[in-house]
T-cell receptor, first 110, second 114 residues
C-alpha cells in the first residue's frame, strides 16, 4: 500500500518563502506529483518528480529524495492568490492512477 | 485542445434516491478516466478508474458504481444514496500509457445528501 503525510495547515506572509513537506511510504515508486487546489475548485497540476533532485518552475520548485521518501514544494515570493490547498500525490503501483495525501492548507496574509 | 465536462455543478439529493453523474472528455482518444471524491477532512479519495471501454477498477468498496459506455464518457451511479455519500466529486482524465499519470480534472460536483 501507500501512505502520504503532509502538514494540515501552514501560514505565511506576502513576499515570503514557504516550504511544504511531504513524506511517503510506497512499495513501488512511479513518480510524485504536486497539485494546487483553491477552495471549491478542482486541483490543478503544479509539478512532477520521478528522479531525485530539484525541479524549478517559476516561483514554484519541487524536490524529491526517493531514498528518504521525502518531497517538498517550495513557493517563493508569496502572493495572496497562493492561498490554497497543496496536495502531494503518488502514482499507484500499477502506474495507472494517483493516490493523494490529505493536503496542506496554506494561508497567505498581507 | 482537450477539455473535460462534468455536470451538474451542485446537487442536493435525499437519502435513498438514485444518483447519476456524467463526465465527458473532448479532444483526445483512449484516455484513462477517473472518479475521485473529496469529503471534509479526508482528502481526495480515488473511487474508480478506467483504462478502456467497459473496463472499471474500483479502489474502495462502497455504495457507488461506475460505467464507461463510450471511450470518452464516464458515469458515476448509485441506486440508493447514503448520507456518507456527500462530498465533492471530481472526474479526471490522463493520457494513457505515458507512465506519468498527470491528471486533468473537471470542475467538480458538490453533492449534498440530506
Amino acid at each position: 500500500g501507500q501512505n502520504i503525510d503532509q502538514p494540515t495547515e501552514m501560514t505565511a506572509t506576502e513576499g515570503a518563502i514557504v516550504q511544504i513537506n511531504c513524506t511517503y511510504q510506497t512499495s513501488g515508486f512511479n513518480g510524485l506529483f504536486w497539485y494546487q487546489q483553491h477552495a471549491g475548485e478542482a486541483p490543478t497540476f503544479l509539478s512532477y518528480n520521478v528522479l531525485d533532485g530539484l525541479e524549478e518552475k517559476g516561483r514554484f520548485s519541487s524536490f524529491l529524495s526517493r531514498s528518504k521518501g521525502y518531497s517538498y514544494l517550495l513557493l517563493k515570493e508569496l502572493q495572496m492568490k497562493d492561498s490554497a490547498s497543496y496536495l502531494c500525490a503518488l502514482a499507484n503501483q500499477a502506474g495507472t492512477a494517483l493516490i493523494f495525501g490529505k493536503g496542506t492548507t496554506l494561508s497567505v496574509s498581507s | 485542445s482537450q477539455t473535460i465536462h462534468q455536470w451538474p455543478a451542485t446537487l442536493v439529493q435525499p437519502v435513498g434516491s438514485p444518483l447519476s453523474l456524467e463526465c465527458t472528455v473532448e479532444g483526445t482518444s483512449n484516455p484513462n478516466l477517473y472518479w475521485y471524491r473529496q469529503a471534509a477532512g479526508r482528502g481526495l479519495q480515488l473511487l474508480f478508474y478506467s483504462v478502456g471501454i467497459g473496463q472499471i477498477s474500483s479502489e474502495v468498496p462502497q455504495n457507488l458504481s461506475a460505467s464507461r459506455p463510450q471511450d470518452r464518457q464516464f458515469i458515476l451511479s448509485s441506486k440508493k444514496l447514503l448520507l456518507s455519500d456527500s462530498g465533492f466529486y471530481l472526474c479526471a482524465w490522463s493520457v494513457r500509457g505515458t507512465g506519468n499519470e498527470k491528471l486533468f480534472f473537471g470542475s467538480g460536483t458538490q453533492l449534498s445528501v440530506l
